[in-house]
């Protein structure tokens, strides 16, 4: 989502939540599902990422240009979010025994999304038609969290190696990725990456 913002040049305001905030109780009572994100856009309360970065995706005009598109985005989102999934089981269950494991069956877990890039404009463009859409930011994120895990991860899929230094070079993305915010925000809560 604070990619997205960033990118898209949006500005937005963020409560940054205290573990020790967090266990006192009142907020997380007061969230739909007991759990964070929450967002607000206006009178609108949001909660789910997924909901949000379509939310996000429908108002920004990052949502593909047509129906057609948009069935497609959503089906790059649901695959992120697949293997997301896969990642946060790895790092909040099964991190020193599972990661050597998860580690060499990445590169197979990754090339739907190879596949996808290389069916769309050879891979010179975005995961889906020709504009940006809210899935790709959600790919970006997984690819570059994944990167930390295992930095080789994207070396025998040269789209996907692409596609990462494409859009992490889009200058306000690219000022993003490199601000104080980003580069010191931890990218999972147990430290594990």
Known sequence: MRMLLADQGQ??????????????GPLKASCL???LPKFQDGDLTLY??????????????LYGKDQREAALVDVVNDGVEDLRCKYATLIYTNYEAGKKEYVKALPEHLKPFETLLSQNQGGQAFIVGD???????????????????????L?????????????????????FLASPEHVNRPINGNGKQ
């Open 48 to 61: 789910q990422s997924n909901a949000i970065l379509r939310h996000l995706g429908r108002t920004l005009g």
């Open 131 to 153: 504009q940006i859409s809210f899935a790709d930011y959600n790919l970006l994120d997984l690819l570059l969290i994944h990167q930390v895990l295992a930095p080789g991860c």
């Open 11 to 24: 500005s937005w305001k963020e409560e940054v939540v205290t573990k020790e905030t967090w266990l006192q």
């Open 155 to 175: 070396d025998s899929l040269p789209l996907l190696s692409a596609y990462v230094a494409r859009l992490s070079a889009r200058p306000k993305l690219k000022a």
């Open 33 to 35: 599902y007991g759990q």
